[in-house]
């Protein structure tokens, strides 16, 4: 995971999660409000319309009442009642009567029922409606009522009231017409609807009476909250009962959570998106200096260092890239240091390997020297003869000398690589340490099968006087002896062994003895086997090494064939 | 064009038809087109306190005493108001009798005939000849009097009842209405009169005509006895049951020409009196429709939905323009409907054909009379008189005026 998509994921938690929390409580926290709230304007709205429905059979009762007193008196109408005169004020007289005290239906019935006079119908005389009053006391004094007049029908909350006029009872139903739309009206919350539910077997005359109050309850899709149970008396006269039903939109509080989830989804994705932003903003100033220091670095090398770590930020990032500037800058010293010194080993080295090589080239022509001398003072007369027989040895050396000179001159030798017959080689340098003052013998099992190899004769003698020269110098104390074989590999290269019977050397001794500079001899470079090593692996060949305390040391080069 | 047809429409009446009114005032004897039904006149409506001479016969309420003037000062201007519609569109057919005091005034009656039927009568000086100017202002006309005329002019205009009284209160000369509570408050001025005048309008119920003469759902018979009881109860204006023989009955030559012949083979237009209700009150919608504007005709309609109700329930009644009841009536929008009729027509011919000519039905409904209303003329006796023409049209009489 890329340090890029952790900070966006740091930062999105970071936003997100303290977010979404709020807003689970803050959702919470309103709905519980509302909800309260609500059950607040409804128990009003409750009260209000009991208040109302209460109020106006109040006011009704009392209006008849006081329309009770005023029949009593009306001498005119008591004549028109028991003589039978002046009929059509009897018929005009509730109207005018329900005009005067605000009712909205008023009927003056006589003791059996029927209609003397309607103020809202007043054509309606002479029904008979026996089961009113009745119907009436039982639904407890006050009920909803339809009622109609010519062209209309509307339910009022009725009263009775009666009275006596000479030897006539007279009932007076009265009522004030219901306004349902008017209760909705007075309520705080517009969301919140009072209707009126007709109770089941309610004609269609009731339908139609209740249709007028404004709001009849139908197929509700609204959710009731509160019923007020009311009476009605039906067209039919019979007691049921109906109900205020308060209603409230159920889409009202769903739609204020479901704003409220839309803005808290929009602050999410907003928070998101921002967190979003500010962690590409962030990976940008943080981030890519990483991916750039760390290209950067990705170039160094011992041979390139000649660029600067530069940056000029005062954070971390900066630290870092200055503190890089500074180990580049102590790189780039140490290897200055370094390719110097190796630069001073190196020269030493090639001198002390010239100064090796020279010794072994001079080594032969100081035997025979030695030789000549030795047979000057024993016999004089021999040393002509002598000296012809050792002059190709003296031609031998100078001529190795020579080109030993002359490849040093090129100071990177170039091989020369033809055909050589290694068993020539070996008797050479076996040849030249004759008469050399040692107690070491030289023998040689060289195989006749042995075909020339592809190779540097002068690198295959040098070869072989270090590995002779070792041997010697090995087996010289207590005397010895050296042998050179060689025989035949089946890819036509060949095998050459330089043995000693010397005293060995010890693991440790055995694993340093190829190292440069490691020697056992007080007057030794300690570069021989190192030079053996090398020169062999010039010519594609290997060396391996065997040797044990008192068993002597035996080194084997393979040069392969073609 | 409408001078012409006005005259028709207004003069052309039976010669030797009687003041139907006669039977109310003491100084006429005039039969009644019809037997005479039995009248409920109010018991607040005041009889004529001052008798017309016995030698004019139409002369409801004599004019005062006129006044000393002094030379060249105009006439006062005599303001008569009436409660019932009154529309410059109907003066060709007056409906009402404040619509045919303005048709009389601005048309003139070149019609010699007395009102009591007998013998062409001359015109009277300066009235019968001459005709006036109408200057029309909503439901107001003014009528001024020909040049030289020398008769005061005239201002007619409707108001409702309450508005009447209060005219009458601001020196208003007559008051024309039905309504019960001006009529009374009459009754208690002693300076003024209060003359019932001729039963001019009939209350029908009008249902569509059945052209197969099915009876649909009979409810009930309108006896004499139950249209008794209608002009009792039901209204409050002078009423009385409504007889059985009017100007629409029995006139098959009214049939239009493209429907003569099925129409020869259909039931009357107007059929018996005992056999009307035998159509459907309320046929199809349940309900019954009135003129919105016509307070009788909304009682009569009440007290018919009252009585269908009681089987009924969804009877009911609705008040409609006018002119808009025929083509409700014929497309079914109403099921009945109650209407009122002129009670005299110059051409009953004319009447239906006003009267198809508003609905899409031919023919035209059945009509089956239900009451007769009458208005009265409320006069300050001691502004002006009030005359009869034989064709019910009144006459203002200014003071020293003569019939």
Known sequence: MTFRTRLLLAMGAVALVPLVAIGLVVRREMATTLTAQDAARVASLVTLTRTTLTGESGQTADRLASLRDVIADDSRLRAALLQGTDRSYLLDYAARAMQLTGLSALEILDDSGVVLSSGQFRNDYGRADPQLLSQLTAAGGTALLPVRSADAAFLVVARADSLSIGTRHLHLVGGTAVDVARLSATAVDSDLTVRLALPTGASAADSLAAGTTGALASAATDHVVAKIPFPLIGADRAVRQAYFIVTHRPTALDLLRARVDDWFLSAILLAAVAALVAAAVLAARVSLPLADLAAQTARVDLDALDFDFVSTREDEIGALTRLLATMTRRLRASAGRLRDAERRATVGDVARQVTHDVKNGLTPIRHVLRHLTEVEQADPARLATVFAERRPTLDASVTYLDALARQYARLTPRLDVRPSDVNAIARAVVDGRNGAATSARLALALSDAVAPVAADPLVLRRILENLVSNAVDAVHPTGGTVTISTEPLADGGVRLVVADTGPGMTPDELARAGQDFYTTKPDGTGLGLSIVRRLATDLHGSMTMESAPGAGTRVTLIFPGR | ?403
Do not use: K
């Open chain 2, 1 to 403: 064009m409408m001078r012409a047809t006005s005259r028709i429409a207004v003069l052309m009446l039976p010669a030797l038809v009687a003041c139907s009114h006669s039977a109310r005032l003491p100084a006429t004897s005039a039969p009644s087109p019809q037997p005479a039904p039995t009248s409920t006149t109010r018991p607040d409506a005041s009889q004529p306190a001052t008798a017309p001479r016995a030698a004019d016969r139409c002369l409801l309420v004599s004019p005062p005493v006129a006044t000393h003037r002094a030379d060249g000062a105009p006439p006062d201007t005599i303001l008569i108001v009436v409660t019932d519609p009154l529309d410059s569109a109907e003066i060709d057919h007056p409906r009402n009798a404040g619509e045919r005091l303005v048709a009389g005034a601005i048309h003139g009656s070149t019609q010699p005939v007395r009102c009591d039927g007998g013998t062409a009568f001359t015109a009277p000086e300066g009235d019968d000849t001459a005709t006036a100017h109408a200057t029309w202002t909503g439901a107001s006309v003014a009528l001024d009097p020909a040049p030289g005329d020398g008769r005061p002019p005239l201002v007619v205009r409707r108001a409702t009842p309450r508005a009447a009284r209060d005219l009458l209160d601001a020196g208003a000369a007559a008051v024309i209405t039905t309504d019960p509570a001006t009529i009374a408050y009459a009754a208690t001025r002693p300076d003024l009169v209060a003359v019932p005048l001729p039963w001019d309008r009939v209350y029908v119920l009008a249902t569509p005509f059945d052209s197969t003469g099915a009876s649909g759902d009979a409810e009930q018979s309108w006896t004499i006895g139950d249209r008794s009881s209608l002009a009792a109860d039901a209204v409050r204006v002078d009423a009385r049951a409504a007889g059985d023989q009017y100007w629409w009955v029995d006139q098959p030559s009214c049939t239009p020409p493209d429907t003569a012949t099925e129409a020869a083979d259909a039931p009357p237009a107007a059929p018996e009196a005992d056999s009307t209700p035998r159509r459907s009150l309320l046929t199809g919608q349940h309900r019954l429709g009135y003129p919105r504007d016509d307070d009788v005709a909304r009682a009569l309609a009440g007290r018919l939905v009252a009585l269908r109700a009681r089987h009924d329930p969804s009877a009911q009644a609705i008040g409609l323009a006018a002119v808009d009841l025929p083509a409700a009536l014929a497309d079914g929008r109403v099921g009945a409907a109650v209407v009122s009729l002129p009670r005299r027509v110059a051409s009953a011919c004319d009447a239906q054909a006003r009267w198809r000519a508003r609905s899409t039905s031919v023919p035209g409904p059945r009509w089956s009379p239900l009451i007769e209303t009458r208005p009265r003329a409320l006069v300050r006796r001691d502004r002006v008189g009030l005359s009869l023409d034989a064709d019910d049209a009144l006459h203002i009489l200014p003071p020293g005026g003569t019939p």
